[in-house]
């Protein structure tokens, strides 16, 4: 079945520098990939996505490009900050069926 | 626009006694949803989902049961909670047909059972 892999965390940085999460999928067709942010306490966010295979989805500084070759789509950030500190997880809609990963935590320290 | 309301905020009950958290959707019609559960520094477990009103699919076995009694209504019961139902629930909506939509997410239910 279709799945979502990604690093474990916690990662911890420090301010300015640079953020690669790595993420991977199994799925069949063509499915659509997301990340979101999910901040203490508080639902998931949509920070991007992509519908298909090279695109690229960019907010906030953070971007992430469709690798269908490699099924990745590896969050990055050049420069993080200490309030991009949260859960980050990577996600892909098949069919109107959501898959997440289990989550990246980041810690960003002034 | 459209928002995603969930109450209560946060819920501690005792074990053995029953459950009832509420999500609705406003600004759109006959979306699907969606109840997760998130365990303290887990990922999110799918638990149910729904296409339509009455329509209700399970993701898993567990002692929870999920209702749409409106379009855009959706409840997540149980008759007698266990401890292991602890954790942070999420209710999410997504339209219908369209391949590339994004699931959103309301606010969620932090749920301590003592």
């Known amino acids: 079945g279709d799945s979502v892999t990604q690093m474990e965390g916690p990662v911890t940085l420090s301010e300015e520098a640079f953020l690669t999460i790595n993420c991977t999928y199994t799925?069949?067709?063509?499915?659509?990939l997301f990340w979101y942010v999910q901040y203490p306490g508080e639902g998931l966010q949509l920070l991007l996505k992509?519908?298909?295979?090279?695109d690229k989805g960019s907010n906030k500084g953070f971007e992430a490009t469709y690798r269908k070759e490699t099924t990745s789509f590896h969050l990055e950030k050049g420069s993080v900050q200490v309030s991009d500190s949260a859960v980050y997880f990577c996600?892909?809609?098949?069919?109107?069926?959501?898959?997440f990963g289990s989550g990246t935590k980041l810690n960003v320290k002034p | 626009s459209q928002t995603i309301h969930q109450w209560p905020a946060t819920l501690v009950q005792p074990v053995g006694s029953p459950l009832s958290l509420e999500c609705t959707v406003e600004?759109?019609?006959?979306?699907?949803l969606y109840w997760y559960r998130q365990a303290a520094g887990r990922g999110l477990q799918l638990l149910f989902y729904?296409?339509?009103?009455?329509?209700i699919s399970s993701e898993v076995p567990q002692n929870l049961s999920a209702s749409r009694p409106q379009d855009r209504q959706f409840i997540l019961s149980s008759k007698k909670l266990l401890l292991s139902d602890s954790g942070f629930y999420l209710c999410?909506?997504?339209?219908?047909?369209?391949?590339?939509?994004?699931?959103?997410f309301g606010p969620g239910t932090r749920l301590l059972v003592l």
């Open positions: 999410a909506w997504s339209r219908q047909g369209v391949r590339s939509e994004t699931q959103y």
């Open positions: 799925a069949t067709g063509y499915p659509s």
């Open positions: 992509a519908t298909k295979a090279d």
């Open positions: 996600a892909l809609n098949n069919f109107n069926k959501f898959y």
């Open positions: 600004g759109t019609s006959n979306p699907n």
């Open positions: 729904s296409v339509g009103i009455g329509q």
